[in-house]
Nanobody, 119 residues
Framework: QVQLVESGGGLVQAGGSLRLSCAAS????????MGWYRQAPGKQRELVAA???????NYADSVKGRFTISRDNAKNTVYLQMNSLKPEDTAVYYC?????????????WGQGTQVTVSS
């Protein structure tokens, strides 16, 4: 059984910073891509940033230059450094990872962590 556990969300003023973490645990053979998505009230879930096993990255246009995704393969952990936060960044942030458990490859989601940016 694989589990993703997120941490680091909270309330911050506009212009501030937060760092999200997501640790994968359980029966893991290897991890392919990892990423962060977010969902604001009344909106669809959207990709924020993704990182491949080779550390190639991809960002939503709305966060380019402000957010940085990184990963620590030894710890099976992905991070999202969020700077210059704006009220429109307010959402529940979800971690996603594509994981091999020795026999199958599947996508997993974390439980979500709330990020609230006040103006």
């Amino acid at each position: 059984q694989v589990q993703l556990v997120e941490s680091g969300g909270g309330l911050v003023q506009a212009g501030g910073s937060l760092r999200l973490s997501c640790a994968a645990s359980g029966s893991i053979f290897s991890i392919d891509a990892m990423g962060w998505y977010r969902q604001a009230p009344g909106k669809q879930r959207e990709l924020v940033a993704a990182i491949t096993s080779g550390r190639g990255t991809n960002y939503a246009d709305s966060v380019k230059g402000r957010f940085t995704i990184s990963r620590d393969n030894a710890k099976n952990t992905v991070y999202l450094q969020m700077n210059s936060l704006k009220p429109e960044d307010t959402a529940v942030y979800y971690c996603n990872a594509v994981i091999w458990d020795k026999s199958a490859r599947d996508g997993y989601w974390g439980q979500g962590t709330q990020v609230t940016v006040s103006s």
